[in-house]
């Protein structure tokens, strides 16, 4: 029994319906590894473009999108509260200085650059199949993901999607910007390190995804509501209402979250404490008794 080498044209398809490469890049004939991972990404790349372009065929983006005249200021003005609330004040400027040019909306003018300039041809193929959702075009597979929002490092890609959403308590920006806190160390803000603080927050790993769905949700009601007792109505609207159809959450802890935080007075605080990874213990001094037993 032998096995056969796929072809290029096998192995371009096989990324296009699936997101997977072959580490190898076996298919792909040159003097070097090096030269052939050179040649299959670009080939790959060039695939991808090819196909998300077929797809979109010559789509328009929202008017609210197209109407934006300062990306940077738009993604302030909706991140701002979240920062101020999370990061003490000496660390406001900084931390906003980073996040407020974090957003990226996925429109037809920027696209191909996008998925070129991709780290990995997996997160092209994610970003791919983001923007054609949005646009309401067949996805590159049946069972790709159906998302609105992409974080990666400090770079935050968002579905032009975004603008018709009608969730009360949806925010993708807010969102997506809250995995940058937990994914970006504090030098990268230019803040000082320390051996116990080195992450713009630490977040419990495994609260990942509730700490930025509680931010969304908690932002949005800040929005709508002014006056305490109208946070706390709005927020008890949540656990009826909410669902994120994410296995990694538990929507009820994300609503009790929110409606804590909405009957506080800096409720991000409550978020932060709520999803932090839970505090080591000293080891207990030896008594003077014990110290006096062991001589």
Not at 62 to 75: C, G, H, I, N, R
Not at 114 to 125: N, Q
Not at 239 to 249: E, I, P, Q
């Given at each position: 029994?032998?096995?056969?080498?796929?072809?290029?044209?096998?192995?371009?398809?096989?990324?296009?319906?699936?997101?997977?490469?072959?580490?190898?890049?076996?298919?792909?004939?040159?003097?070097?590894?090096?030269?052939?991972?050179?040649?299959?990404?670009?080939?790959?790349?060039?695939?991808?473009?090819?196909?998300?372009?077929?797809?979109?065929?010559?789509?328009?983006?929202?008017?609210?999108?197209?109407?934006?005249?300062?990306?940077?200021?738009?993604?302030?003005?909706?991140?701002?509260?979240?920062?101020?609330?999370?990061?003490?004040?000496?660390?406001?400027?900084?931390?906003?200085?980073?996040?407020?040019?974090?957003?990226?909306?996925?429109?037809?003018?920027?696209?191909?650059?996008?998925?070129?300039?991709?780290?990995?041809?997996?997160?092209?193929?994610?970003?791919?199949?983001?923007?054609?959702?949005?646009?309401?075009?067949?996805?590159?597979?049946?069972?790709?993901?159906?998302?609105?929002?992409?974080?990666?490092?400090?770079?935050?890609?968002?579905?032009?999607?975004?603008?018709?959403?009608?969730?009360?308590?949806?925010?993708?920006?807010?969102?997506?910007?809250?995995?940058?806190?937990?994914?970006?160390?504090?030098?990268?803000?230019?803040?000082?390190?320390?051996?116990?603080?080195?992450?713009?927050?630490?977040?419990?790993?495994?609260?990942?995804?509730?700490?930025?769905?509680?931010?969304?949700?908690?932002?949005?009601?800040?929005?709508?509501?002014k006056k305490p007792v109208e946070r706390v109505a709005l927020a008890a609207e949540l656990r009826d209402s909410f669902g994120t159809g994410d296995a990694r959450v538990e929507p009820g802890d994300v609503a009790e979250i929110v409606r804590e935080a909405a009957a506080r007075r800096n409720g991000w605080k409550v978020i932060l404490e709520r999803c932090a990874p839970p505090k080591r213990k000293r080891p207990a001094a030896p008594s003077a008794a014990k110290m006096e037993s062991e001589r």
């Amino acid at each position: 029994m032998t096995s056969t080498t796929p072809t290029v044209t096998e192995e371009i398809k096989r990324y296009l319906r699936t997101g997977d490469t072959d580490p190898y890049h076996a298919a792909w004939s040159a003097s070097s590894f090096l030269a052939r991972a050179q040649r299959a990404g670009v080939d790959l790349e060039n695939a991808l473009v090819a196909e998300v372009s077929r797809r979109a065929n010559g789509w328009e983006p929202p008017p609210a999108l197209m109407a934006m005249e300062d990306l940077v200021a738009f993604t302030r003005t909706k991140v701002e509260p979240m920062v101020r609330g999370l990061f003490p004040r000496a660390e406001h400027d900084a931390v906003l200085a980073l996040v407020e040019k974090s957003v990226v909306f996925l429109t037809p003018a920027n696209i191909e650059e996008v998925l070129r300039d991709a780290r990995w041809p997996r997160s092209a193929w994610d970003l791919a199949n983001l923007y054609l959702g949005a646009i309401g075009a067949d996805l590159l597979a049946d069972d790709a993901p159906q998302i609105l929002g992409i974080s990666e490092e400090t770079t935050c890609y968002v579905s032009p999607a975004y603008f018709d959403e009608e969730d009360p308590f949806a925010d993708f920006v807010v969102h997506e910007v809250a995995h940058i806190f937990h994914n970006c160390k504090r030098r990268k803000a230019g803040l000082r390190e320390t051996r116990r603080r080195e992450w713009l927050l630490d977040i419990e790993y495994r609260k990942r995804e509730t700490f930025a769905y509680a931010c969304e949700a908690y932002a949005c009601v800040l929005r709508q509501a002014k006056k305490p007792v109208e946070r706390v109505a709005l927020a008890a609207e949540l656990r009826d209402s909410f669902g994120t159809g994410d296995a990694r959450v538990e929507p009820g802890d994300v609503a009790e979250i929110v409606r804590e935080a909405a009957a506080r007075r800096n409720g991000w605080k409550v978020i932060l404490e709520r999803c932090a990874p839970p505090k080591r213990k000293r080891p207990a001094a030896p008594s003077a008794a014990k110290m006096e037993s062991e001589r």
